[in-house]
């Protein structure tokens, strides 16, 4: 565990926590794919990625603030798997703008056939109210220790042009764009950042 002040970053290893990343995840990301296609879902896929990868979360005492996710390699997470849960989920809901967004990241998957990076930071989320605080940032820095001490120097992250502040925070915290791609209408873009080990 750190501690940063009055915060304190700690592994998410609970399964009870699941239900409180499920609400923090749909408050955010209420317009996107994930954000619109059931508890079930979500509590799958967070499920996946505390068995398969990693979620760190801010706490002030024992209020999650915060949190992180990401994977040493994301071929772990079981692709087929995940999208078919996904399929049924869009498909359980019949949202004519969740399937658009399921056709979308399949068509990611065929643009980034030469991309060989596979650490992936998957997340950043924030309650509202406490962004601008620097949470954001020291959960990065947090995550990108976790990265180095795994050996791993270069990791990538996806994000939609639509939400501006997510490009803005990625370039302020060295990312560099490595890929813009129109997917059905919405634009993604994917960054990479490579890290330098301290001597």
């Known amino acids: 565990m750190a501690n940063t002040g009055e915060y304190q970053i700690r592994l998410i290893q609970n399964q009870d926590d699941i239900d409180t990343l499920v609400l923090m995840h749909k408050a955010v990301f209420s317009n996107v794919l994930s954000g619109q296609i059931g508890n079930g879902f979500l509590s799958y896929y967070y499920q996946l990625i505390?068995?398969?990868?990693?979620?760190?979360?801010?706490?002030?005492?024992?209020?999650?603030?915060?949190?992180?996710?990401?994977?040493?390699?994301?071929?772990?997470?079981?692709?087929?798997?995940?999208l078919g849960k996904a399929l049924w989920g869009v498909l359980t809901h019949l949202s004519?703008?969740?399937?658009?967004?399921?056709?979308?990241?399949?068509?990611?998957?065929?643009?980034?056939?030469?991309?060989?990076?596979?650490?992936?930071?998957?997340?950043?989320?924030?309650?509202?109210?406490?962004?601008?605080?620097?949470?954001?940032?020291?959960?990065?820095?947090?995550?990108?220790?976790?990265?180095?001490?795994?050996?791993i120097q270069t990791y990538k992250v996806f994000t939609?042009?639509?939400y501006s502040s997510g490009s803005s925070f990625y370039e302020k915290e060295g990312f560099k764009l490595?890929?813009?791609?129109?997917l059905l209408g919405l634009v993604t873009r994917l960054y990479i950042k490579k890290l330098s080990i301290k001597a």
């Not at 990868?53 to 798997?81: H, Q, R, V």
């Not at 490595?178 to 129109?182: D, L």
């Open 50 to 82: 505390i068995q398969k990868g990693f979620i760190y979360g801010c706490y002030n005492n024992d209020t999650l603030l915060a949190f992180i996710s990401g994977t040493l390699n994301e071929k772990e997470l079981g692709g087929i798997k995940f």
């Open 96 to 151: 004519a703008k969740s399937i658009a967004s399921l056709f979308r990241h399949i068509k990611r998957v065929y643009f980034l056939k030469d991309v060989t990076i596979n650490a992936e930071l998957l997340s950043i989320i924030v309650k509202e109210e406490l962004r601008g605080k620097g949470i954001g940032n020291k959960l990065l820095t947090h995550f990108e220790s976790h990265l180095l001490a795994n050996h």
């Open 160 to 162: 939609d042009l639509k």
């Open 178 to 182: 490595y890929r813009e791609m129109n």
